[in-house]
């Protein structure tokens, strides 16, 4: 390894970037940390899509520069940063060239010597088609961008390209070929291509020529997702097309790339500053039930949380782009935590009940602690409580009717406490199908992710630039981070309409 340490404020100085995704929870972080740390950087691409009416400056000014966590950054950014160092084109990942205009190439070209393509669609089932835009069309044509651009690509991607596992996934098995239930290097089943076309055939299949799906269309596309996904051992139709997009890349010759891979990605540590979450889609759901004192539990104690926190994440893509322009990046990079420092969902769950009950003198009687189990007893419990549920309703229906019959006072309060019941009874069919889906990474595999290339490239940066991008796993206290970061964060920016269906008390 080279003795001299790598400039990432003199690479930055020298290279123009391209950016997709960033208006995303990680995009967003990663941009904080450059206008923060590094605004002397020569130039910035940034490629946005409209949606629904909205324009992609419109987006970038609401959604990016006046987030909450970029609005502290960018108050004290030189604002010509902002105007002459920053330029927003409008595009779709998913479209041909980025649907970049032919000038628009023209003008990148000898220009832009890096692409980071951070734009994914984060749904863990959705109707195939979707997933395919964003995470298989999109990677292949950012590829085709850069290899046009002659630039190389950070592609971000997941540890949970894996799919099933038990024990530590290493970051040196052979990306191109790969799917879980491979029987070893010779078994040459998979081809990433083959599969792609044979997807895009079905797709087109069951669409038809209809602009917008149905949702009788929208389910099959679903339903086609996850059996296709499970069939090749990915977990679910997310982590299947991000294989997938992986493995177009790296078949692609004579393209220059490295793809880091994070594992669960949640609240800052630190940057921009302690606790700034947003989406609510992989553990907020799990925070929230947890936040809201459920207390049977279908996890395994001896699986750990492979959670990263997102400002660790922003910085590591950053030294991945920066590592591979200097020529020193490995192909890829798991950002993850439990090879070094592992925090098991049992505590977790503990930790978050114990803050739950903890000053709340009844609470602590009725809730006397966290209960594991596996997901059939889980399972089973559930159905005699939603049937203890039914005929509860059905009692006060009973009894509700007879008031009305003989003009009895109190009809309207069992119609209200009836209601209550199905809304309850609803809520918990919600939960129950939460953790259903999260039932792969609870409870039927195992993941421990090795991390060694992203701490080697760290080394390689001066001190004072590793602080201003950490990548310190082993220094995280996890119950301060639970209890404070993740779960004051979550109910400061995540909790609302999209977690309340989570929030009953049991
Ligand atoms: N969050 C996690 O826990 C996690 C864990 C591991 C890996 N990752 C990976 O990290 C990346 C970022 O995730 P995130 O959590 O920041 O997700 P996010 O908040 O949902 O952001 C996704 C970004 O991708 C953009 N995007 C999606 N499809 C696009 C398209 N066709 N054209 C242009 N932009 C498109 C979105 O733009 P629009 O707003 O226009 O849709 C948005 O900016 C993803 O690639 C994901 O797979 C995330």
Redesign the pocket.
């Known amino acids: 390894m080279p003795s001299t340490r790598i400039s990432v404020a003199d690479t930055l100085r020298d290279h123009e970037v391209l950016i ?9 972080v990663v941009l904080a940390l450059l206008l923060d740390h590094f605004s002397d950087f020569k130039h910035l691409h940034i ?5 629904r009416g909205v324009s992609p400056r419109e ?1 970038f000014e609401k ?1 990016v520069l006046s987030a909450p966590c970029l609005k502290p950054v960018v108050a004290r950014t030189d604002p010509a940063v902002l105007t002459d160092k920053i330029t927003l084109h409008t ?5 041909p060239n ?2 970049f205009s032919d000038e628009t190439i023209a003008m990148m070209k000898g220009r832009v010597s890096l692409i980071v ?6 749904e863990f089932t959705p109707p195939v088609d979707e997933s395919f ?3 298989v ?2 990677a292949e044509s950012v590829l085709s961008v850069a290899k046009t651009l002659d630039a190389g690509l950070v592609h ?5 390209v894996c799919g099933e596992s038990e024990g530590l996934v290493e970051e040196d098995e052979p990306i191109v070929g790969y799917y879980p239930r491979r029987k070893g290097q010779s078994d040459n089943a998979f081809r990433a291509r083959d599969e792609v076309d044979y997807m895009r055939a079905r797709i087109r299949e069951i669409r038809g020529t209809a602009m917008t799906p149905d949702k009788e269309t929208k389910q099959k596309l679903t339903d086609l997702g996850v059996q296709r996904a499970k069939q090749w051992g990915w977990v679910n139709t ?1 982590t299947y097309t ?1 294989s997938l997009g992986e493995q177009l890349i790296a078949s692609e010759p004579g393209l220059r790339y490295t793809i880091v ?6 609240a800052a540590l630190e940057l921009p500053f302690p606790g700034w979450v ?2 609510g ?3 907020a759901p799990l925070v929230m039930m947890a936040m809201q004192g459920l207390r049977h539990w279908p996890v395994r104690e001896d699986a750990p949380m492979e959670v ?1 926190p ?1 400002d660790q ?1 922003a910085a590591a893509i950053i030294m991945a782009g920066v590592l591979l322009l200097n020529g020193e990046s490995a192909e890829v990079y798991q ?1 993850a935590t439990a090879d070094r420092n592992p925090v098991y969902f049992g505590q977790i769950i503990r930790w978050i009940n114990h803050e739950y009950i903890k000053d709340n003198k009844k609470l602590r009687i009725f809730n006397p602690g966290v209960v594991v189990m596996s997901p059939e007893v889980a399972k089973s419990r559930g159905a005699m409580v939603s049937r203890k549920l039914a005929t509860i309703y059905e009692f006060l229906t009973d009894v509700r009717q007879f008031a009305q019959q003989k003009k009895l006072p109190g009809a309207k309060r069992l119609a209200k406490l009836g209601n209550n019941i199905r809304m309850i009874t609803r809520q918990l069919s919600i939960r129950e199908a939460a953790l259903e889906l999260y039932q792969p990474f609870l409870y039927d595999n195992r993941f421990i992710f090795e991390s060694e290339n992203i701490r080697a490239g760290h080394a390689r940066l001066s001190e004072d630039e590793q602080k201003k991008l950490p990548w310190w796993p082993e220094r995280i206290r996890w119950r301060q981070y639970w209890t404070v970061n993740e779960l004051r964060g979550i109910q400061k920016w995540v909790e609302g309409e999209s977690t309340k269906a989570y929030s009953f008390k049991l």
């Not at 393509?117 to 984060?122: E, F, K, P």
């Open positions: 997709t995704g960033a208006n995303g929870f990680v995009g967003k490629l946005m899509r409209g949606k987006r959604d595009g779709d990942v998913s479209a980025c649907g393509n951070i734009a994914g669609l984060v835009r964003s995470n069309d999109g971000v991607s997941t540890c949970f997310y991000k891979r994070p594992a669960i990605v949640e947003e989406g889609r992989t553990a990263v997102v994440v950002l």
